[in-house]
Structures are given as C-alpha cells and as structure tokens.
C-alpha cells in the first residue's frame, strides 16, 4: 500500500535533519574539518581495518569482533574468537587483513589471554567466512604471562616482505623490558605463521628470544609503515609524561626503565635518555603526554596538504595529532581537538580519516575537509 505524500514529504525532512545531528565542523590550523558519525554504541572500540569491498572490522575490548557496513549498520558479534582476558586494559585490541586476503580471506588480530602466571599478549589468525572466523589457531605468545591488568600493547603490521611485527608492552612490570629472555617490553617479528626469520638480529644468540626485534619499550599501541621508506615506526606512552615516537631498529635497546622523558608516578625522577647514549634514542617526545595509540601515514586527495604527513590518535590528547615529516625529523605538529579519547586512526579508500573513540558507548568517526562530500 503506497504511503500518504505527507508521510514521505516527513520523512525525506526527517532523515536530513538525523544526519545533521551527527555531524560537526571544527577548526583546525589547517583548515575546517567535518567529523561525522558513522557507527556507535561500540564498546570501548579499539580497532579499525578496511575489508576490499568498503565494509569495516571493528574490535571492541571487551571481546568482540564487528563487521560495519558501509552506512555504519553494525553486525552481531562474529562468532569464533578464541577466549579472550577482558579486565582492565586487556581484551580484544589489534586487527588487520593478511597481504594475500582476496584469495585467502585471512585476517589477524592480538588479544589478551589467560593462561599459567597470569595473562600476557596473543595474535591469532583466522578465515573470515560470512559472518564467522574458520580455522582460528594462535601463532605467537607473549612470554612468560604475568599477573596484573596493564600494559597489553599492541598493534600488528605487515612489511612487503611478508614479515609481520607485532608490538607489546612490559606489562607495568618495569625491568623485564631490560631482560630478553622475555617478550615483554619488546617488538617481536615473525612469519605469518608464527615462525621465526632467520634474519632477526637475535636469533642463535644464547638467553634472548628469537622473536625479538627491539626492546627496552614500554607500552605500545601506535605502530605503522612508511610507504616510501617501509620502514616500521611506533608511538610508545611513556610514564607521567615522556610519551616517544620512535623507528625501532634491529636488535637496539630503547632504554625503558632505565631512561624515560618522564617521571614515574610516585614523582620518582627518571634519567634523560640523553645522559645514557648506548641506547637508542627517539625521533621525537612529547610533555606533556598526548597517550599515542593508533597511527597511519596519510597517503590520500582529500587532505592534499597532509599528504606524507603521520597521524597519532591520542587518548589524553583527546583528538588527533598530525606531524610533519622531513625524513626522520619532525618539523611541525597540529592537534586536530575532537574532545573524545581517540584509540584508533585509519585512512579510508574514500581517502577520508576515520577514528574510534574510546568509550563504553564508542563511535566510529569519519573527518574530512569542510565542504567535501
């Protein structure tokens, strides 16, 4: 039965003005920006990856795994994940899409799990088939697992070669992040199935995990390719200030506990890193902290002016910070002020940027210049 015309002319008002309401223009050093509402009522989403036809992955820390439509329509949870340690700062946190995902359909994604001693950082890998994971196995554990809630880390990147980092954190445990006969406080890197390359600078050495790139890290949960360098770089939260962005090289030491930017909690002083020179030292810090976690080089149109430029979601920062880049230097930052805790940056194929806020009622935001369409 065909509709009354004033029902469709309500509608056709009605629908414009929802849009409307989830739509916002901030200011920005660079220009006006438009953050729209794509999805919500995600649960402390911590991720964000593109499938080929347009469609999002989204996790949620508490231990789901979504799939977003292109008009934001969240799907039910996927069924499949392995058992996931949801307390405190754990729970389901990385994914991203195998390089060869149109003919395998095969994703990974990092977790928290359970286990003897405590909980410590997984990554699993699995088939996404409809709405489901297949054919789930764990190719990497964080060892040992250790009690407490704090400090899982991570985030997961494929090099061209094929080789996959994965970054952690030291648990809020300090030391071990000094010790590598652990996992902990360190960047590991692996094959796709979990085994170790050869050519890792630790591998044959007496005492030290095989899996180990760099260490002496804290807490990372930013970590991203260059394209045109394919070189690997991460943003690591430091103690109360100090937060570092640094390019983690083959088996050097970044110095955490030993050295920090900031001060521990208590007020305890923390050497500079610059009085201790046989570490390696970052690229660039930041005091007060911006809580870096997430970050993507901007590549796309859209944003013609950021083109090359790296972009850092930040929890305390609560918006997105943009660095410009002259080879391993950082010559200027913009703070792109959202007022919500960002956990997550993406490019979109659409070149726009999308974000995740970090809250028990989360959004998926899309940011793009003032006026675009």
Same mark, same amino acid.
């Given at each position: 039965m065909m509709r009354p015309l004033s029902s469709l002319i309500l509608a056709a008002l009605i629908v414009p003005a929802a849009a409307l309401a989830q739509e916002k223009v901030v200011d920005t050093p660079s220009g006006r920006i438009k953050v729209e509402t794509v999805a919500g009522n995600l649960d402390h989403p911590w991720a964000l990856e593109f499938l080929p036809d347009g469609r999002m992955l989204v996790t949620e820390r508490p231990g789901r795994l979504r799939i977003v439509s292109?008009? $934001?329509?969240? /799907?039910? !949870?996927?069924?499949?994940?392995?058992?996931?340690?949801?307390? $405190?700062?754990?729970?389901?946190?990385?994914?991203?899409?195998?390089?060869?995902?149109?003919?395998?359909?095969?994703?990974?994604?990092?977790? /928290?799990?359970?286990g003897e001693g405590g909980a410590g950082t997984a990554v699993a890998r699995g088939r996404l088939v409809d709405n489901r994971l297949e054919d789930v196995q764990v190719i990497f554990r964080q060892q040992p697992k250790v009690s407490g809630s704090k400090h +899982?880390?991570?985030?997961?990147? +494929?090099? !061209?070669?094929? =080789?996959? %980092?994965?970054?952690?954190?030291?648990? +809020? =445990? %300090?030391?071990?992040?000094?010790?590598?006969?652990?996992?902990?406080?360190?960047?590991?890197?692996?094959?796709?199935d979990g085994s170790v390359p050869q050519d890792n600078p630790f591998v044959g050495r007496q005492n030290a995990r095989p899996e180990i790139w760099s260490y002496g890290h804290r807490n990372i949960q930013a970590a991203a390719l260059q394209p045109d360098s394919n070189t690997l770089w991460i943003a690591e939260m430091g103690p109360r200030n100090g937060d570092e962005l640094n390019i983690p090289e083959a088996g050097k030491n970044y110095g955490w506990p030993v050295v920090?930017?900031?001060?521990?909690?208590?007020?305890?002083?923390? !050497?500079?890193?610059?009085?201790?020179?046989?570490f390696a030292q970052a690229i660039h810090h930041w005091?007060?902290?911006?809580?870096?976690? $997430?970050?993507?080089?901007?590549?796309?149109?859209? +944003?013609?002016?950021?083109?090359? /430029?790296?972009?850092?979601? $930040?929890? /305390?920062?609560?918006?997105?910070?943009?660095?410009?880049?002259?080879? &391993?230097?950082?010559?200027?930052?913009?703070?792109?002020?959202?007022?919500?805790?960002? &956990?997550?940056?993406?490019?979109?194929?659409d070149g726009a940027i999308y974000v995740v806020t970090d809250e028990s009622s989360g959004e998926i935001l899309r940011l793009t210049p003032a006026g675009s369409r």
């Open positions: 292109q008009d $934001g329509r969240l /799907s039910e !949870p996927l069924d499949g994940l392995p058992q996931i340690y949801s307390e $405190g700062q754990g729970g389901l946190l990385d994914i991203t899409l195998d390089p060869d995902f149109q003919e395998n359909q095969q994703l990974y994604f990092s977790f /928290s799990e359970e +899982f880390g991570s985030r997961l990147a +494929f090099a !061209p070669d094929g =080789k996959l %980092f994965v970054t952690l954190a030291e648990r +809020f =445990k %300090f030391d071990p992040a000094q010790d590598l006969t652990n996992h902990l406080g360190a960047v590991v890197r692996i094959n796709p920090s930017w900031g001060r521990h909690y208590d007020g305890t002083d923390i !050497p500079d890193p610059p009085t201790r020179p046989e005091t007060p902290v911006i809580s870096p976690s $997430g970050m993507t080089f901007y590549t796309g149109d859209l +944003f013609s002016d950021w083109r090359g /430029s790296l972009l850092i979601g $930040g929890l /305390s920062a609560q918006g997105v910070v943009r660095l410009t880049l002259d080879g &391993r230097q950082v010559t200027d930052e913009e703070r792109i002020s959202l007022n919500q805790r960002i &956990r997550e940056v993406q490019q979109g194929p």
